[in-house]
């Protein structure tokens, strides 16, 4: 099984539809992302579809919406970015990363782009 990391937006519907465990349409994603993260409708589907691409989700279309059915578990999704974090650990990325960061001067835009760094690995194991 091939996976690729999800963006931010893709892993909001996708928690949202693990949470379901059920075959959900696009209206039920639609109505919350719009309710909880004030998404337009077009984006959700644009998303949605980047998903399905992905192999995330399988979709059966029908006249009036489309459903949208688990593909990749979430445990699954879990399991690869752990082994991506692992093998970054493994070839002291993160150890090499602070360390160039000591020799040379950091500048602003240099301390805003690691804590933009921590703040995406944090919010991808939520």
Request: hydrophobic share 40%.
């Given at each position: 099984?091939?996976?690729?990391?999800?963006?931010?937006?893709e892993?909001?519907?996708?928690?949202?539809?693990?949470?379901?465990?059920?075959?959900?349409?696009s209206?039920?994603?639609?109505?919350?992302?719009?309710?909880?993260?004030n998404?337009?409708?077009?984006?959700?589907l644009k998303?949605?579809s980047k998903?399905?691409?992905?192999?995330?989700l399988?979709?059966?279309?029908?006249?009036?919406?489309m459903?949208?059915?688990?593909?990749?578990k979430?445990r699954?999704y879990?399991?690869?970015i752990s082994?991506?974090?692992?093998?970054?650990?493994?070839?002291?990325?993160?150890?090499?990363?602070?360390?160039?960061?000591?020799e040379?001067?950091?500048t602003?835009?240099?301390?805003k782009?690691?804590e933009?760094?921590v703040?995406?690995?944090?919010?991808?194991?939520?």
């Amino acid at each position: 099984m091939y996976l690729k990391k999800l963006s931010k937006l893709e892993l909001v519907i996708m928690k949202f539809i693990w949470n379901l465990d059920i075959k959900t349409n696009s209206y039920e994603i639609i109505d919350y992302m719009k309710e909880e993260h004030n998404l337009p409708e077009k984006v959700a589907l644009k998303t949605l579809s980047k998903l399905s691409k992905k192999r995330f989700l399988y979709v059966q279309e029908t006249d009036k919406c489309m459903y949208y059915t688990v593909a990749i578990k979430e445990r699954a999704y879990l399991e690869f970015i752990s082994r991506n974090v692992q093998n970054l650990l493994k070839n002291n990325f993160i150890r090499n990363l602070l360390v160039s960061f000591h020799e040379e001067e950091l500048t602003e835009e240099k301390i805003k782009s690691l804590e933009n760094w921590v703040v995406n690995w944090e919010e991808a194991y939520i």
